[in-house]
């Protein structure tokens, strides 16, 4: 059976998605969950949660998937524990520090791989399930043979988004929100920057990161087929009515019942101008988008037609009822209404072709109206976790009170799990005694709780008399232990991590990362100590391609370097690999797991680049290498933690653009009509821009492999600050060089140089080639979050 993945952002939404046919719910708690800003549970609505869900068999998986500092790891560890100990299914993690300290203190727990862990390879899947990981969430930017081609190939539990609304950049990989807002999506506060108007190379304002919400409830046959475990339905900051709709059309989808308007209903709770397969199929361009409006659309409903002081006339194109709720497009203005007439009657509702009059104020002749909420179908919703009628599970009871003996109330599941209550010995009636009926009428007194009796045998003998008020205790005493049962309680455990003190003192190395040829023979000459050579194969470079091997092998002071994303290329680069392995090269850098553990396995000496998220001292210990690209999110008092606590060699990255995103969509052709397919590549090889509100301006790269790149506008320069660079003690300094001339690319080179040098000899002026640096930035630049950190 496959699995079907609920949302729950709070204990209604929860209710929501378990009572309309959830397998199983993933949620966050009030501490270190990647969605800060949904209702989350406390420690005492968590274990009711379990409760909860498992009495209607239904699986429970915490999300404890952000970021965390080697201050915030005992803290996770511990709350792991309590989470364990509470009966939690799974932890949904992304933090391969924490991955590490669960499999060593609490190794029974089951651990799912969070999709911000930028899985999208068989090698990626497979290195983490034989890290311990039993399931793993795959990054949404696949097609369906990339799936199945993963799923027919591993042994570990493959889980898909199927609905909701997507990420355009690959989730674990964006620094958007962070480098913009200071709000990290690896730390469970995305500020969704993606949403906002931007123009692409100063040509019209419009959302051109804005995806429309994924939909595939009309492909539900078709990845099942794949061989996937579980299929998950985006939501954690939704409302429960949304939950309710969503979940009960797809479990109508997988058990073959669905209903003819179920589209209808899941575009009418929640869309952005309808839905998108995404990368599931072929490759879409502009149809993928919502460029004119990022938020919910609801369905069109019909034009104004005419307008009279504050009412208008709609001829309707779809049916409305009082209670339902509009919207002008493009205004942002909106109204419930209250009330409807046609041909000067009122009406309770209108079907699609009547032209209606309502109150709608600022409306004009032309507008779009759109009814963005349905009230029946809100209603019909909230029924189904808050009605009468709500889903309940059987139980049957066993009754006996006997004179001079303790009262039993046994009551017992399907599954014949058991919850015994006791009383003492009933009293002799001395009037009218106590029936079976009336015993029976107590104990079926169920609705506050999930379960209802679907028999209760009673033996008791004629003349004894038992309060209802005893009665009432023993049912409630009975079905809480048959709760507590259900909710799976583990022993206690004790946690514990270490960190190792290391001290020393090192004279940094200075690492060029680039995929210019150019840039890297300047910076050798420069006196660079290791070039990183590739990266993501941008089509500004595609002239270089074919001389990386060679230039590689002629130099020894340049390695390979492999990107965070390797979808279509993989191939490619393993046969690189595997050539440059036999001619004597068996160092790189890599940012990508799948590719780490290929270069491992043939031979490599790995540096895990930035696409690692190394946000702790534990995660440099989690896979072997030869140094850390610490994670550019992190302050300086954060890396002096880490970097103290850690005996793997460091890199920090001290100059330089930071990529704020990679997108397998392409922005530039999808702005002028164009998809991957037939493109005529209007990219070229030159650089776009993005430019927001504020008037800031993105360059934006593509690769050969129609990937989107985005980087920030300033550049990080770190010069002014060197000697608490140096104070950090990292092994190496990185400078990411992307688009500077051959001369501006060594003029860093021999700033940082010199800067290295000034600094150990205790001279605080800055250098003269660094003030020429700064001359040359004019003030564009950045100290990225090496002070002012992130939320």
């Known amino acids: 059976m496959v699995e079907l993945l609920a949302p729950a952002g709070d204990f209604n939404s929860l209710k929501a998605a378990v009572l309309n046919g959830a397998n199983a719910v993933y949620l966050g708690g009030k501490e270190f969950s990647a969605r800060q800003y949904a209702g989350n549970f406390d420690r005492e609505e968590m274990i009711e949660a379990v409760k909860f869900c498992h009495s209607y068999n239904v699986k429970v998986f915490v999300t404890l998937n952000t970021l965390l500092d080697n201050l915030e790891l005992k803290a996770a560890l511990e709350y792991a524990a309590f989470l364990y100990e509470i009966g939690v299914d799974a932890l949904i993690i992304q933090d391969i520090g924490l991955l590490k300290i669960l499999k060593e203190n609490i190794p029974e727990f089951e651990l799912h791989g969070s999709t911000q862990m930028t899985a999208h390879n068989l090698e990626a899947v497979n290195l983490l399930h034989s890290m311990g990981l039993k399931r793993v969430v795959l990054s949404r930017e696949l097609s369906l043979k990339e799936i199945e081609y993963i799923s027919k190939n591993t ?17 674990g990989q964006c620094l958007m929100s962070s480098i913009i807002g200071g709000r990290s999506g690896n730390r469970g506060r995305c500020a969704q920057p993606c949403r906002m108007e931007y123009s692409i190379d100063d040509n019209k304002k419009q959302h051109y990161l804005s995806p429309k919400d994924l939909s595939t409830l009309e492909y539900i046959e078709e990845i099942k087929k794949t061989g996937v475990y579980s299929l998950k339905i985006e939501g954690r900051m939704k409302r429960p009515e949304y939950v309710a709709t969503v979940v009960s059309s797809y479990r109508r989808a997988l058990d073959n019942m669905s209903k003819k308007d179920d589209i209808d209903r899941v575009t009418q709770v929640f869309n952005r101008g309808g839905f998108t397969s995404a990368f599931l199929f072929t490759p879409q361009g502009r149809e993928m988008m919502s460029y004119e409006r990022p938020k919910h659309w609801g369905v069109y409903l019909g034009k104004v037609i005419g307008c009279k002081e504050k009412f208008a006339d709609i001829k309707l194109e779809k049916s409305l009822k009082v209670g339902d709720g509009v919207e002008i497009f493009g205004k942002n203005i909106g109204a419930p209404i209250s009330s409807i007439k046609i041909n000067g009657r009122n009406v309770e509702s209108a079907k699609p072709g009547d032209i209606i009059n309502i109150y709608l104020e600022g409306a004009s002749k032309g507008d779009r109206i759109y009814k963005t909420l349905d009230a029946e179908l809100y209603k019909e919703a909230e029924e189904s976790f808050k009605g009468k009628d709500i889903k309940r599970i059987p139980i049957w009871g066993s009754f006996k009170a006997k004179s001079g003996e303790i009262i039993e109330f046994t009551v017992f599941n399907q599954d014949g799990i058991t919850s015994i209550a006791t009383a003492e010995e009933p009293e002799i009636a001395l009037k009218t005694p106590t029936t079976c009926e009336r015993v029976a009428e107590a104990l079926n007194k169920t609705k506050d709780t999930s379960f209802y009796f679907e028999g209760i045998e009673i033996e008791m003998d004629d003349n004894l008399a038992i309060p209802v008020s005893k009665l ?5 005493e009975a079905i ?14 004790n946690v514990n991590i270490d960190f190792s003190k290391t001290k020393k003192s090192v004279i940094p190395k200075i690492a060029v990362k680039t995929g210019s040829l150019e ?10 100590d290791v070039v990183f050579l590739g990266g993501d194969l941008l089509r500004k470079n595609k002239e270089d391609f074919n001389e990386f091997p060679r230039f590689i092998k002629e130099n020894k002071k340049v390695y390979p370097w492999y990107p965070e994303i390797i979808l279509e290329e993989f191939e490619t680069l393993k046969k690189q690999a595997i050539e440059l392995k036999e001619k004597g090269i068996d160092k790189a850098l890599c940012g990508n797991m ?3 553990s290929f270069l491992r396995g043939i031979g490599f000496d790995v540096y895990l680049d930035s696409g690692f998220n190394l946000f702790n001292s534990k995660s440099c210990e989690t896979f072997k290498n030869s140094g850390c690209h610490l994670s550019p999110e992190l302050t300086i008092k954060q890396l002096s933690n880490v970097i103290s606590n850690t005996e793997s060699k460091t890199m920090v990255l001290a100059h330089g653009r930071i990529k704020l995103m990679t997108s397998r969509h392409c922005f530039v052709g999808s702005s002028m009509g164009h998809g991957k397919k037939d493109c005529p590549v209007l990219c070229k090889n030159q650089v776009h821009y993005l430019r927001d509100r504020m008037g800031e ?4 790269y593509t690769d050969v492999n129609c990937r989107s790149h985005i980087y920030n506008s300033k550049i990080l320069c770190t010069i002014e600050h060197i000697k608490d660079i140096i104070k950090l003690n990292a092994d190496f300094l990185v400078l990411n060089l992307l688009d500077e001339e051959k001369d501006e690319a060594a003029l860093v080179v021999k700033a940082y140089r010199e800067g290295i040098e000034r600094a150990f000899n205790n001279e605080f002026k800055i250098g003269s080639y660094g003030e020429e640096l700064l001359e040359e930035l004019k003030g564009n630049i950045t100290k990225g979050h090496l002070y002012r950190g992130v939320l």
């Not at 009432?472 to 409630?476: D, G, K, P, S």
């Not at 840039?519 to 660079?528: P, Q, T, V």
């Not at 301006?697 to 934006?700: A, D, H, L, Y």
């Open 155 to 171: 042994k570990a539990e493959l889980e898909v988004f199927v609905h909701g609304a997507l990420c355009i950049g690959f989730s």
């Open 594 to 596: 799948g590719m780490y």
């Open 480 to 493: 809480e232990g048959l709760l507590e049962k259900l909710q799976g309680k583990r022993e206690k455990i």
């Open 697 to 700: 301006v993105f360059p934006v």
């Open 472 to 476: 009432n205790l023993l049912r409630r």
């Open 519 to 528: 840039i890297a023979e300047s910076c050798i000459d420069a006196g660079c």
